[in-house]
Each structure stands twice: as C-alpha cells, then as structure tokens.
C-alpha cells in the first residue's frame, strides 16, 4: 500500500531551469536586497533563528521572492507547503489550512504556507487565511509584483512583516552569471563555455533586475550555441543579444558614448526638441540606463532652463521622478517620457540659476556682507543690542511691501526674463522697486 505521507518523486535537478537549479540554499548564496538581508538584518536572524512571522514580499520578477521562501524552507523546521494564486482555488487552500491544524494538534510542528502571487487571490480567498493566521495555524508568506498595501487586505497586512525587494543591480547579475558558468553540480561548469565578459555584461545590463531572464537567456546560449573545432562553446555578444532578443546600442555607462547621450538628451531638452528628447530617452532606456539617473537630470533642467519661466516645469519633474521610481520600469518610461516633453515645450529661462551663481561667486571672493541691524534676530538678548530696531513688517504696508534695506552694499543677481510666467514677476518686481535701469 502506498504510504499516504510519501512525498512527490521530484524532476531530476538536471531537468529544471538554469535558473530554478541555481536557486540560492541558504542565505549564503543569496545575492542581492542588502537592506534586508545581511549580518544583523531582521530578517536574517529571523531565518538563522527559525522564528519566522508572516511576511509579505513584494517587487520586480526575477529579485528573489520566490527564493527566499526557498531559503525559509531549508532553514526552518516547520512543514513547507507552496501554493500559486493563479492555480490553487478556495478548496484547496482549506484543505491545506486543515491539514496544518492537524499536524499542529498531532505533532505540534508548524506550517509556513508560501503563496506566490498572493494579489491574484480576491478579497474572500485571502480572508479565508485570515482567522488561522491570527491564531499561528500557519505563518503566511505572501510573494507579489503589486504593492501589497493595495493589492492585499489590511488585516493580512497588519499581521504580516513586509518586505520590499528591490530590483537587482548589474553586479548583482554578473555575480550570479558567473556563479552558474563555474558551479559543476548545478550549473553550467562542466559545458567548455568561454564567455566573452562583454557578453556577460550585456546580459546583466539588459535583463533589468531580473536574475531569472539573465539566467534564462545564459542557458539558452549555452544550449544552442554550436561548439566551435575545438569544441569550445563560445558565449559572444551575437549570440548574447539572440538569446535575451535584444540588440545592444553603443553605449557603455563608463565611456564617451553615455555622457554623449545624456549631454544630448539634455541640450535638446533646453534647446525645445521634443522629438530628440523622445528618441535620446528611448536610447538609454533601451541601453539599460538607471531611470533614476535620467529624471535627476530632467529635475536639474526643469530648474537650471526652465526655471521661473514656468514654476510647473519642476513639479511636474519630480512629480514624474517619484512615480518612475514608484513604479518601475518598463511603465518608468511613460512619466519619464512625460516630463522631459514638457521641460523640452516649456519657456526657457537660466535667470536663477546665473543669479546664485553670482551671489555665490561675491560669498566665495569674500565680498561678505554684514547683516543689517534692523534686519537682526532680536529674540532672546538680540533687542539690547538694538537688534530688528527700525524694521518694517511688510504685511503692515498696501500691496504688503515697504521699501526698506535689505542689503547694506546693492547687488544686482536677478535679472527676470521676457518670457512665460516670468514677465510677471519681473513687471511686479520692477513696479515694485521701480528699478527699470541696472544700477
């Protein structure tokens, strides 16, 4: 009779994915999410200390969610049962559920039930985990690409530790490349595969974050590449961009062509080219740019070209800076593409900019100015000393301005422009100052 506890015979290791083979044992192998794991980090003495709460892990595919409830399972002591959202029904998730009451009530040992992609169950198939995870039947770990707060209830939330992961970076990649083309029982270290480094760089760069792709793309490559006379399988940059099905365009992070391509996209930016604009986004975006990087710079051009000509410009800049990063890429690419068409449409204006630049340039010279008396905090000892004796509280005045010193040496640093939102400032300014002529 077949023992009803006889566990499923597994695939043979060999026939699982690259990337399902190279999947980290222990927090050891783990590469990546230093804010969370790592020497001292909450939720690696969690693991190391098997005390494992709910957790819910949430970020880009291919970061490590699924591994890391991999890592729990061969650290912990508890009963490890997997379910998908996108498969498992009501059904089986009670049965599951039952059958971890039993094994706590026979046994006393714990569950740690693993739901990937827990956003794809509804609102009644999370809230049937709901009273057992309360009550320890099983602890919950929850992995999902949406943002948990409004993917999952808040009453799974609120029992649950949640933990962002972020997307991977190139060294992350290229370490865990590496790490498969060496390893002899898991990976690809017994195939003679000379891999070009440029290749490999290729691969981490454009893979986004995503181990799994690079992984993927890696063994594809080792697999369908001829063996040369030699018998040597050779990973060239060819046959890297035919596996991740992407060309490579000139443009490495550390040479001319990136600051070429971020210098243009900026120049066409201020010189009101929405076209290039569009086409120098779209080359670095495919390149495999940080879109961090690129909305610094348009949040720099928002205020150094843009400037007081049109005060939206860098709202709309960070506003598109916070949501890129907020959502990631590929939909990083809408609101980036967004407000750099705005910055390049906008009126121009550097009258700020060259202003501190020259005020600056006094300070730094020593061209110091003290400040006046009347102009001096006079809080605590300050009015003895006769200091803000004299001064003028504009919101006292019509119109809410007095003319009063405020500079003991005038220095003209603002120059307004003729152009947008900035002509009005410069008519009230100079309606106000009556200063029509530079002094």
Not at 3 to 16: G, N
Not at 39 to 54: H, P, Q
Not at 294 to 309: H, K, P
Not at 341 to 354: D, E, H, Q, R
Request: hydrophobic residues 40%; charged residues 30%; glycine residues 6%.
């Amino acid at each position: 009779m077949k023992d009803l506890f006889e566990k499923k015979k597994k695939q043979s290791p060999k026939s699982e994915p690259l990337s399902a083979r190279m999947r980290p044992r222990g927090l050891k192998e783990f590469v990546g999410q230093p804010h969370i794991i790592g020497e001292g980090k909450l939720l690696t003495r969690a693991i190391e200390a098997d005390t494992i709460t709910s957790l819910i892990l949430y970020g880009p595919p291919g970061t490590g969610k699924t591994t890391l409830a991999h890592v729990v399972s061969n650290a912990t002591k508890s009963e490890f049962v997997q379910l998908n959202a996108t498969t498992s029904n009501v059904q089986e998730l009670r049965k599951e559920i039952e059958s971890a009451k039993q094994r706590r009530a026979l046994y006393g040992r714990k569950t740690i039930l693993f739901v990937d992609e827990i956003h794809r169950f509804n609102k009644a198939q999370q809230d049937v985990m709901m009273p057992d995870v309360e009550a320890g039947v099983v602890v919950l770990i929850g992995a999902t690409t949406y943002n948990p707060f409004f993917s999952i209830v808040a009453p799974l939330i609120s029992r649950s530790l949640v933990f962002e992961l972020k997307a991977l970076t190139e060294e992350d990649i290229n370490a865990i490349l590496y790490n498969a083309l060496k390893d002899k029982e898991r990976g690809l270290g017994n195939m003679p595969i000379k891999a070009e480094k440029q290749a490999i760089e290729f691969l981490s760069k454009t893979s986004e974050g995503d181990a799994r792709r690079a992984l993927n793309a890696l063994e594809l490559a080792a697999l369908t590449t001829p063996a040369s006379a030699g018998g040597v399988i050779n990973l060239t940059m060819k046959v890297a961009e035919e596996c991740i099905q992407k060309k490579a365009v000139v443009y490495d992070k550390d040479e001319d062509s990136h600051y070429d391509t971020i210098s243009a996209f900026i120049k066409s930016m201020r010189g009101s080219d929405p076209d290039a604009v569009l086409y120098w986004l779209a080359k670095m975006l495919y390149a495999g740019e940080d879109p961090r990087f690129i909305a610094r710079r348009i949040v720099i051009c928002a205020a150094e070209d843009v400037g007081l000509a049109d005060p939206q410009a860098i709202v709309v800049a960070n506003a598109a800076f916070q949501v890129a990063e907020f959502v990631g890429l590929p939909e990083a690419r809408i609101p980036l593409a967004e407000a750099a068409v705005y910055i390049a449409c906008a009126p121009k204006s550097n009258s700020a900019y060259l202003g501190i630049e020259k005020a600056l340039k006094d300070v730094e010279e020593g061209r110091v100015m003290e400040v006046p008396a009347h102009l001096k905090d006079s809080s605590m000892d300050g009015k003895e000393l006769g200091h803000g004796k004299g001064y003028k509280y504009a919101h006292d005045f019509e119109g809410h301005f007095v003319e009063q010193e405020y500079m003991p040496r005038k220095s003209r640093y603002y120059e307004p422009g003729e152009i947008g939102f900035e002509k009005q400032l410069k008519d009230r300014i100079e309606s106000l100052w009556k200063r029509k002529q530079k002094p």
